[in-house]
Every structure is written in structure tokens, then in C-alpha cells.
């Protein structure tokens, strides 16, 4: 190639070299008709090994520039012109600011899940058009998938692809095309070639972005593509166990070894990726993102905060329960209690001594005491007493004294025992007395829930007046 070859190729003006492989040079131009900076992708013909060589790449040329030139997707990439030039065969293509797919995994890490499934999206998004249109890629590869300056997919090189006619859209058998880490089982084996070698080809593409390594690594090519053919890869979440195994199953079915178990359209595939993905965004964060030392501590503050209020409102619960039991039931006094009389039956009638006339019914008319009498002087017999008057009581002697007339009792109020008998309980108090009990039972509840130990009166407190 001259000098004037070199800086000008038919009305593109070569600016630097974009890259270079074995077989040509891809070039930055300008094209000076319509002032727009493109990309020219170059073939040698005159290096090549033979003739046969140089015809089968013009082919490819021409049918790469046929493929592409059906296509107007804004995920794949443009071809503007066609055409030769001297021993120059190349195609003149839309120039993406930006990088290669394969550049960023140059760096072994895997991508963030949000980016890993935009880039999907867009890139199924170009394959399942170019399959409607009847364009099999053959050979996707991250060097083939272009990110422009916005990050979005641009899918490119068209080279080895296969326009399918109305009759066959399939490649015929025994022909060996693609990159060996990315082909799928039946082009390995030389059969024929359809849409889901590509939808294999991008499973193998999502896997690598997921977890930053290749499925199949070998020590050669020729291992590469038995373990292909033969050998199923680690699941993703072995190698990034922050992955759910719902994309364990999708890159299985994906990188299925025979093309009926793969998913069968590149639509179905983004769909099936999509409904994981959106399972997993909603998820908020447990600690701030980036901040590795936020998710260990993250956890034993909110048990601390937690707690308190756990265990506060669980004796809030348990004393209003011993409340209610209290309230429902009928009092029953404890052993550490003012001992009390017992009652006696209600049908038991009041002990009066022998020597005093019974009192009248609770209605009686009240008692009218006689007039008042000298008191005799002592005598060695006692004088007879006048006859009561009727409706009278009649005293006795100033030597006997009056007791006071019972009060009516009701079923429930206990006779006194004695001096030390005390009254029972009016319903304040023993709403009181409840109280009491709830409070100090919801205390030495609280306190062996934070482990603090109980003297004996307190345990034995709790077993007889709070278990029950």
C-alpha cells in the first residue's frame, strides 16, 4: 500500500489506527463528502496465503456488509459503504466512541449486578432483531460488544455471520466458524449452526460478567471445546455466593448442551434474566453500599436497640395477663397474707349466752327501755322483777353486761374468730392488692429475662403467686 493509499481510501481520509489483527487493520477516517467520522474496517488482500484465502475474505466482507446492512437496531452497529480498493477490501461503519466488552474483563472482577443487566438487555435486545431479520452473529464475543460513552451495548463484526434465506436458516454442517471460548457445542462438533449458538454465546458472555471468569478454561483450545462439549461449569453463586440460585438456573439453561434445551429466542432469555433481577432490586440495603465494616455491626445495634423494647412490651403483656386472671378470679389469699377467719356456713346462727334473752329480727321496732327504777338495797333475796311491759326489753342487772345487738352479715362477710381475726377485703383494696401483685410479679419477670439471679423469698414468690 502506498503512501496515498495509506492517508486516503477512496473518500475517507484516514486518521489513526483503532486496531489491528491478522488479517487487517481497523482505521478511524473521516469521510470527506458528508464530514462525519467513521470507522473503516480493512482486509490485505495480497497478504493473504492464497487466492482461494483472499476470495473466501472478500466474501466474508461482502457478506458481513450485507448482514449488518440489514439491520437498523440502536444496539448494533451501523454499516454505512461497501467497497475495494486497490488489493483493499472494506467496509465503512459507524464509529462508537468507547470500549470494548472484552477490556473490561481484562480486569478479572465481575460487574455490578445493575450494570451486568443492562448490558444483557441491550444485547439480547440486538440478537433477537437480527434473528427476526433472518441474521444469525455466529460469533459473539466481548470483543464484539462495543460500550459507547453512555455505557450502552453496541454489537458489532458481523463477519462470519449467516444471512438465512427462505428456505434454510441454518449454517450447513462442517464448517468451523467463531472463537473457541465462546462457541457453542454444535459448532465445536462442525453441525449445523442456528440463532441459539448465539443465545449459548451470550449465557457464556452473562457468566462471565456475573462472576468475572470464563465457564470453560482449559489449557488450550482443543480443551477448551471438550469441556464445552462434555463438562457442565461451576454454578455462579459457587464463585459469587451474593448471587441467588435463580441465575444458576438461567445460565444452566442457557449453556444447555443441546440447542432444544436452551431458551428459544433471545427474548425469552432477557425475559427470564429480567424477572431475577427485578426479584433482587427491590431489596434495600442492610448497610450502606461499599462500607464492608457496616454489615457485621449493622445487626448487633439494631438487637441492641430492639431488645429493650421487646422485652418491655413483653412484660407490659404478661402482667396485664396476671391482672386479668386476678380480676376474673375470686381472691384467695396467700400464705404471706394477714391471716383471716374462715366464714362460717351461711346458715349457722349467731352463739348468744344463755343468760341473755336473743336479739329481735333485723326490722324489729327499736327497743324502749322502762322508766327508771330506784335500785334496791341488797337483800339476801333478789326482789322479783315487775312483768316487761309489752313491746319491752328487759334489762338485766347492773352486774351482767349488755352485749350489743349482731349486725345482719352477708353470705360472703366471715364471723370474727377472735381478737385476731381481720375483716376481709373491700373491693378497692383487693383491686389494690392485684395492682400490687401484677407490678411486683412483671418486676421478677424482667429481671430473669436479663439473667439477674432472685434471693429465695423472690423465687418462691413467684412460683406461689405468679405461675398460677
Known amino acids: 500500500m502506498n503512501n496515498a493509499t495509506q492517508s486516503l481510501l477512496g473518500r475517507y481520509r484516514l486518521v489513526k489506527v483503532l486496531g489491528q489483527g491478522a488479517m487487517g487493520v481497523v482505521y478511524e477516517a473521516m469521510d470527506t463528502r458528508l464530514g462525519r467520522t467513521v470507522a473503516i474496517k480493512t482486509v490485505l488482500r495480497s497478504h493473504l496465503v492464497d487466492e482461494n484465502s483472499a ?89 464484539n460488544v462495543m460500550l459507547d ?65 470464563r465457564p470453560f478454561i482449559g489449557g488450550g483450545p482443543f480443551d477448551v471445546q471438550r469441556k464445552i462439549v462434555q463438562d457442565d461449569p461451576l454454578p455462579p453463586s459457587r464463585l459469587a455466593p451474593q448471587l441467588s440460585a435463580a441465575f444458576d438456573l438461567v445460565i444452566a439453561r442457557a449453556l444447555a448442551k443441546t440447542p432444544e434445551d436452551r431458551y428459544p429466542t433471545a427474548a425469552a432469555f432477557a425475559q427470564a434474566l429480567e424477572q431475577v433481577g427485578a426479584a433482587r432490586r427491590p431489596d434495600p440495603p442492610r448497610s450502606p453500599p461499599r462500607a464492608p465494616a457496616q454489615p457485621a455491626a449493622a445487626p448487633g445495634a439494631l438487637r441492641r436497640t430492639l431488645w429493650p423494647l421487646l422485652a418491655g412490651a413483653l412484660v407490659a403483656l404478661l402482667a396485664l395477663a396476671a391482672w386479668r386472671v386476678f380480676v376474673d378470679s375470686p381472691w384467695q389469699p396467700s400464705a404471706d397474707a394477714t391471716p383471716t377467719a374462715s366464714p362460717p356456713p351461711a346458715e349457722a346462727a349467731p352463739v348468744v349466752p344463755s343468760s341473755i334473752e336473743p336479739p329481735p329480727p333485723p326490722k324489729a321496732e327499736p327497743q324502749v327501755a322502762p322508766a327508771a327504777e330506784p335500785v334496791p338495797a341488797p337483800a339476801t333475796e333478789p326482789a322479783a322483777a315487775p312483768a316487761p311491759a309489752p313491746g319491752a326489753q328487759v334489762r338485766e342487772a347492773s352486774t351482767t353486761p349488755t352485749l350489743p345487738a349482731p349486725r345482719p352479715r352477708s353470705e360472703n362477710r366471715p364471723s370474727p374468730a377472735g381478737p385476731a381475726a381481720t375483716p376481709e377485703p373491700t373491693p378497692p383494696e383487693r383491686a389494690e392488692r392485684r395492682e400490687v401483685l401484677g407490678a411486683r410479679c412483671g418486676d421478677l419477670l424482667q429481671r430473669m429475662q436479663i439473667g439477674e439471679p432472685l434471693t429465695p423469698e423472690q423465687s418462691q414468690y413467684f412460683q406461689t403467686r405468679c405461675t398460677r
Open 55 to 143: 476470495g473466501e475474505y472478500a466474501s466474508r466482507f461482502e457478506r458481513e456488509a450485507q448482514a449488518a446492512a440489514r439491520l437498523a437496531h440502536p444496539n448494533v452497529v451501523t454499516v454505512h459503504d461497501f467497497g475495494e480498493h486497490e488489493d483493499i477490501s472494506y467496509i465503512v461503519m459507524e464509529f462508537v466512541r468507547g470500549r470494548e466488552l472484552a477490556e473490561v474483563f481484562e480486569a478479572g472482577q465481575p460487574l455490578p449486578l445493575p450494570q451486568t443487566l443492562d448490558i444483557m438487555r441491550e444485547l439480547l435486545a440486538a440478537l433477537d432483531y437480527a434473528h427476526e431479520q433472518g441474521v444469525v452473529h455466529r460469533d459473539i464475543k466481548p470483543a
Open 149 to 213: 460513552q453512555a455505557g450502552h451495548v453496541k454489537l458489532t463484526d458481523f463477519g462470519v455471520a449467516r444471512v438465512a434465506s427462505a428456505t434454510q436458516d441454518r449454517t450447513m454442517p462442517g464448517t468451523l466458524v467463531g472463537t473457541p471460548s465462546y462457541m457453542a457445542p454444535e459448532q465445536v462438533l462442525g453441525l449445523a449452526v442456528g440463532s441459539r449458538a448465539d443465545i449459548f454465546a451470550a449465557g457464556v458472555i452473562l457468566y462471565q460478567c456475573l462472576t468475572g471468569k
